[in-house]
């Protein structure tokens, strides 16, 4: 186990492992599952697990349901016992399919680094958020194809390392599918080709939602230092999650980005904490609203909330000169002179997206979906930066923004919270 004190910039450590994939990047091999099925020969495909809560054991087991032949060979977490857990957790409900052994387990801050030395074939990154970069640059440079949970970033700073790892995928010729999975559910893919076809006309506005209660929360114990409280609830830092906006909702904005083809120029918003409060709940808002404007016009009004006794909704609505839609997980409809209904059978979505790298995988036929899971967090971000501010966020600016919420280190040590923000006082960065 590796000490707790360990620290690493985000900084540093995105140049030089930039500076290293470079230098490798024309040597790559291309991976042992390609290379196995293009030559008709079944194999196993070894998947390594980097982050065990429970989106990251969660996704362990969308893979062993995607394809009989995966089986979870190595682990890393921060914190031994989650790790634990994860691995109980698995190996219960898929025995010898889990195959790692204590000596394929990782902890500590560079876990990491170690399980990507190993042979897996593929990673799942599912660590919070703001590791999504680190963790990218790593895996990519070090050979590996990834399925990367939601979202990629935190900050602008984190999207330009996503932009660069996409750009070393593409040249080293890995496979990358992010957890945005509404991209790969059939009832989506089915409702777009009917936009791409005219079924809406022209679109013109829409409206999008994630409106729902609280969540989770890990009680602090005498022992927990300030960072390992604020890991251990990082849903409730912006540092670590981007805020629900960017850890959440991002799933309805990167819809609306796939109807528009792109994402937004520019975001005006408003928002604030006034339900939650406590002091557990960190400095993170409760409530946000934003007007998103697109270059073909498209005006999109976005939503989301975690706030107990509230009217849920979590949703896409889009309106064009010829009808309207309306979308949720498993469900799509248009309404109008082209109306239709989704009524096909699919495949739950979160297995999906694991079926479609692994075909990508074998077939050669690459997948790489970093840039646009990019381009969806950093529409999840500006809003958030419109609403901290009270300002007018372009995309331009918020391509550019020198924002970065790494903190000083990452040793388990004092870590004060940052105030909450203050439209119209927080500075625009």
């Known amino acids: 186990m ?133 963790h990218l640059t790593h895996a990519i440079g070090s050979g590996k194809h990834v399925f990367t949970e939601k979202p990629v970033a935190v900050d602008p700073t984190g999207i330009r390392a996503v932009f660069a790892a996409h750009e070393e995928a593409d040249r080293r010729k890995l496979c990358a599918v992010a957890g945005t999975q509404r991209r790969h559910e059939k009832c989506y893919l089915d409702f777009i080709q009917r936009v791409r076809d005219g079924a809406l006309g022209d679109l013109i506005s829409g409206s999008c939602y994630w409106n729902m209660g609280e969540l989770w929360n890990v009680d602090r114990t005498p022992e927990m230092t300030d960072m390992e409280w604020q890991l251990r609830n990082w849903l409730y830092f912006t540092w670590l999650s981007g805020d629900h906006i960017v850890e959440q909702h991002v799933h309805n904005l990167d819809v609306i980005n796939w109807v528009n083809d792109g994402p937004p120029v520019r975001a005006m918003g408003m928002g604030g904490r006034q339900a939650r409060t406590d002091p557990r709940f960190g400095h993170i808002f409760d409530h946000f609203a934003i007007e998103y404007e697109y270059a073909n016009g498209f005006v999109l009004t976005s939503m989301c909330r975690q706030t107990n006794g509230c009217a849920n909704r979590v949703e896409e609505r889009v309106r064009g000169t010829k009808g309207s839609s309306k979308t949720t997980s498993g469900f799509a409809e248009i309404s109008g002179p082209g109306a239709w209904k989704f009524d096909g059978k699919q495949t739950g979505p979160y297995i999906q997206e694991h079926i479609d790298l692994i075909a990508a995988i074998r077939s050669g036929n690459r997948i790489n979906e970093l840039r646009r899971v990019a381009e969806s967090t950093l529409t999840a971000i500006m809003g958030r930066m419109s609403v901290y501010t009270g300002k007018e966020v372009t995309w331009e600016f918020a391509v550019d923004s020198k924002l970065d919420l790494t903190p000083p280190s990452y040793a388990f040590g004092p870590l004060p919270v940052p105030p909450v923000a203050i439209p119209g006082k927080t500075e625009l960065i």
């Open 2 to 134: 590796e000490s707790k004190s360990t620290s690493i910039s985000r900084r540093n450590f995105v140049r030089a492992s930039g500076l290293s994939a470079a230098a490798v990047a024309g040597g790559a091999l291309a991976s042992p599952v390609g290379r196995a099925w293009a030559g008709g020969v079944r194999q196993t495909i070894k998947v390594g697990v980097i982050g065990c809560g429970g989106r990251g054991t969660g996704a362990a087991g969308n893979a062993l349901e995607a394809d009989p032949d995966v089986v979870i060979s190595h682990f890393a977490d921060l914190f031994p016992d989650r790790l634990t857990s994860s691995r109980k957790n698995l190996r219960d409900e898929y025995g010898d399919r889990i195959t790692a052994t204590d000596h394929d387990c990782f902890t500590g801050i560079d876990a990491y680094k170690r399980l990507c030395s190993q042979g897996c074939d593929y990673v799942i990154l599912a660590t919070p958020p703001h590791f999504r970069p680190i």
